[in-house]
Nanobody
Framework: VQLQASGGGLVQVGGSLTLSCAVSGDTTNMRYAGWYRQAPGKQRELVARFSALGTEDYADSVKGRFALSGDSANMYLQMNNLKPEDTAVYYC?????????WGQGTQVTVSS
């Protein structure tokens, strides 16, 4: 599985961005597909993900502001009402047969 993320950038507080992730390779039997982020000096954390059970999980900090969409070939993360604390490198992620696959990361910077 290969993941290619894009769409990051610099945005002002309250603005919006949409991240995209192109997924290629064998995408059957994916358990999870979604997005993580890592801010400077912090651990990587889950932002949002689809599960094979048909559910969507969101971090409490982004509920009501971020939304997942897409299919097995393309994933999107719509981010609205961005805050300075959303500044991070965002990674798309897939778990398949207990193996983690990561995109290269895209920087999101929210300026106040």
């Amino acid at each position: 599985v290969q993941l290619q993320a894009s769409g990051g950038g610099l945005v002002q507080v309250g603005g919006s961005l949409t991240l995209s992730c192109a997924v290629s390779g064998d995408t059957t039997n994916m358990r999870y597909a979604g997005w993580y982020r890592q801010a400077p000096g912090k651990q990587r954390e889950l932002v949002a993900r689809f599960s094979a059970l048909g559910t969507e999980d969101y971090a409490d900090s982004v509920k009501g502001r971020f939304a997942l969409s897409g299919d097995s070939a393309n994933m999107y993360l719509q981010m609205n009402n961005l805050k300075p604390e959303d500044t991070a490198v965002y990674y798309c992620h897939v778990e398949r047969w207990s193996v983690d696959y990561w995109g290269q990361g895209t920087q999101v910077t929210v300026s106040s």
